[in-house]
């Protein structure tokens, strides 16, 4: 495994910073441009969620490199609020903020794989893996 | 006490400058000034120098520090440079000062350091409030201009006006496109509205919200809005997210849709070289007659 980079989320303009940084290492995996915009859409959003609900937290992306598959794996960390029926959230259309809530059911679509672990008043972890074809 | 030092350090400026440059010529290799030609390093180095000792000279100088911290500025050197500078200076004036003297109590000691102190203190907080201070400068001039350029509305044809929108679209910019996008179709009068967002490099769904929302106020008021620039990878991004847009017509290209906004409007594109060809071919006629 490569070393992990990580951008820290806590204004609205380090969103872009993380969906940047997310959208040169798919590059440089070599994903074509439609999966680059969909990492870097991904990144967006998990970034957003971050800024909007914890207000603070980090999002790490990790070249995954081995003889079986390639691939880039973001993690979002925060220590926010949790979120209370996990698959309530990953229902379409269901938003606490006014949005579309199309946010992590979305994430879930446009990577191969998606993992969510929350707990009230603890925090939010959020994996996800896109593998290069 | 502070007078008798300061006359010290000013009649010896030659051997602690000669310290300082060593000093400072020694923090050269390995940091961030490695790439920075050894002359002007040397120069800069000269000109910081005197100026500390102008400053000490005579307290309350503070046009010598003013173009000091302007040409770091200029320089692009960062702020460290300076704040380094200060502190090898304070070291090696100190140390100085107590190799002078054969007193070595306590008192003495506190004696000399207070007065360095308070001779490069007021100096460290200047250099850094200038320097700072263009910083934020600059920063907010250039939040000036991206606010200028940031949502444009340009009326092409009589009813019809197009919005193009480049680069991240945040909170701030998304009301400020709201704005100016209903003031503008009531003001021009537009029946058409084209949103051309070519230059997003990502439509997440904050973006497509508040895109959506844009263009339901735009049917409010009695427009049509249509959202041209889909690149395929943002099409293939949009139905991932289940974003629905099935609500206002799309169009791939800017051209595309302004074709379909001429359409809206009850006109069409006609070649004028057809007529010219028919003129010219009636001119033929009549010379053949």
Request: hydrophobic share 40%; aromatic share 6%.
């Given at each position: 495994?490569?070393?992990?980079?990580?951008v820290?989320?806590h204004?609205e303009w380090d969103?872009?910073?993380?969906?940047?940084?997310?959208r040169?290492m798919?590059?440089?995996l070599g994903?074509?441009?439609?999966d680059?915009a969909?990492i870097a859409?991904?990144v967006?959003?998990?970034?957003?969620?971050?800024?909007?609900y914890?207000?603070k937290?980090?999002?790490?992306?990790?070249?995954i490199d081995?003889?079986?598959?390639?691939?880039?794996?973001?993690?979002?960390v925060?220590?926010?609020p949790?979120i209370?029926?996990i698959?309530?959230a990953m229902?379409?259309?269901?938003t606490?903020?006014?949005g579309l809530g199309?946010?992590?059911?979305g994430?879930?679509?446009l990577?191969?794989?998606?993992?969510?672990?929350?707990?009230i008043?603890?925090?939010?972890r959020?994996?996800?893996?896109?593998w290069?074809? | 006490?502070?007078s008798?030092f300061?006359?010290?350090?000013?009649?010896?400026?030659d051997?602690?400058?000669?310290?300082w440059m060593?000093?400072i010529?020694s923090?050269?290799s390995g940091?961030?000034?490695?790439?920075?030609?050894?002359?002007?390093?040397?120069?800069?180095?000269r000109e910081f120098v005197?100026?500390i000792?102008?400053?000490?000279?005579?307290?309350?100088?503070?046009k010598?520090?003013?173009?000091?911290?302007e040409?770091?500025?200029?320089?692009?050197?960062?702020?460290?440079?300076?704040t380094?500078?200060?502190?090898v200076?304070?070291?090696?004036?100190t140390?100085?000062?107590?190799?002078?003297?054969d007193?070595m109590?306590?008192?003495y000691?506190s004696?000399?350091l207070t007065?360095?102190?308070?001779?490069?203190?007021?100096l460290?907080?200047?250099?850094?409030?200038?320097?700072?201070?263009?910083?934020e400068?600059?920063?907010?001039?250039q939040?000036?201009?991206l606010?200028?350029?940031?949502?444009?509305?340009?009326?092409?044809?009589e009813?019809?006006?197009?919005?193009?929108?480049?680069?991240t679209?945040?909170?701030e910019r998304?009301?400020?496109?709201?704005?100016?996008l209903l003031?503008?179709?009531?003001?021009?009068?537009s029946?058409?509205?084209?949103?051309?967002?070519?230059?997003?490099p990502v439509v997440?769904?904050?973006v497509a919200?508040?895109?959506?929302?844009?263009?339901?106020?735009?049917r409010?008021?009695?427009?049509t809005c249509?959202?041209v620039?889909?690149?395929?990878?943002?099409?293939?991004?949009?139905?991932?997210?289940?974003i629905?847009l099935?609500?206002?017509?799309?169009?791939?290209?800017?051209?595309?849709?302004f074709t379909?906004?001429l359409e809206i409007?009850?006109?069409h594109v006609?070649?004028?070289?057809?007529?010219?060809n028919?003129?010219?071919q009636?001119?033929k006629?009549?010379?053949g007659e």
């Amino acid at each position: 495994m490569e070393p992990q980079s990580c951008v820290n989320i806590h204004k609205e303009w380090d969103i872009v910073g993380a969906r940047q940084l997310g959208r040169e290492m798919a590059k440089k995996l070599g994903f074509g441009t439609v999966d680059q915009a969909r990492i870097a859409t991904a990144v967006s959003e998990l970034a957003r969620n971050i800024y909007l609900y914890a207000e603070k937290g980090q999002i790490c992306f990790e070249i995954i490199d081995n003889i079986e598959h390639r691939g880039l794996c973001m993690t979002a960390v925060d220590s926010g609020p949790g979120i209370s029926d996990i698959s309530q959230a990953m229902q379409d259309g269901y938003t606490t903020s006014g949005g579309l809530g199309a946010g992590l059911p979305g994430v879930k679509r446009l990577m191969d794989e998606f993992d969510i672990n929350s707990e009230i008043g603890e925090g939010t972890r959020i994996k996800a893996i896109k593998w290069v074809r | 006490m502070d007078s008798k030092f300061k006359q010290l350090v000013i009649d010896n400026s030659d051997s602690i400058v000669q310290k300082w440059m060593e000093e400072i010529g020694s923090l050269k290799s390995g940091n961030y000034t490695a790439t920075i030609s050894d002359e002007l390093y040397e120069g800069t180095n000269r000109e910081f120098v005197n100026v500390i000792f102008t400053s000490i000279r005579n307290q309350g100088s503070t046009k010598a520090v003013e173009d000091f911290s302007e040409k770091i500025i200029n320089l692009g050197w960062p702020l460290s440079y300076i704040t380094d500078g200060l502190q090898v200076f304070r070291r090696v004036s100190t140390e100085y000062l107590l190799t002078q003297s054969d007193e070595m109590d306590s008192t003495y000691f506190s004696n000399v350091l207070t007065s360095v102190d308070n001779w490069v203190e007021p100096l460290i907080r200047e250099l850094v409030n200038e320097y700072s201070g263009s910083w934020e400068h600059i920063l907010s001039l250039q939040r000036v201009a991206l606010q200028e350029l940031s949502a444009p509305l340009i009326p092409v044809m009589e009813g019809i006006t197009i919005m193009p929108l480049i680069g991240t679209i945040d909170t701030e910019r998304a009301k400020l496109i709201m704005e100016n996008l209903l003031e503008g179709a009531i003001k021009h009068n537009s029946e058409v509205v084209l949103i051309d967002i070519t230059g997003v490099p990502v439509v997440d769904t904050m973006v497509a919200h508040h895109i959506i929302q844009a263009a339901e106020a735009v049917r409010l008021i009695g427009s049509t809005c249509i959202l041209v620039g889909i690149r395929p990878e943002i099409a293939q991004t949009i139905v991932n997210l289940g974003i629905d847009l099935s609500n206002f017509p799309t169009k791939s290209s800017l051209k595309k849709g302004f074709t379909k906004a001429l359409e809206i409007t009850g006109r069409h594109v006609v070649d004028i070289e057809v007529k010219e060809n028919n003129i010219e071919q009636l001119i033929k006629s009549i010379q053949g007659e």
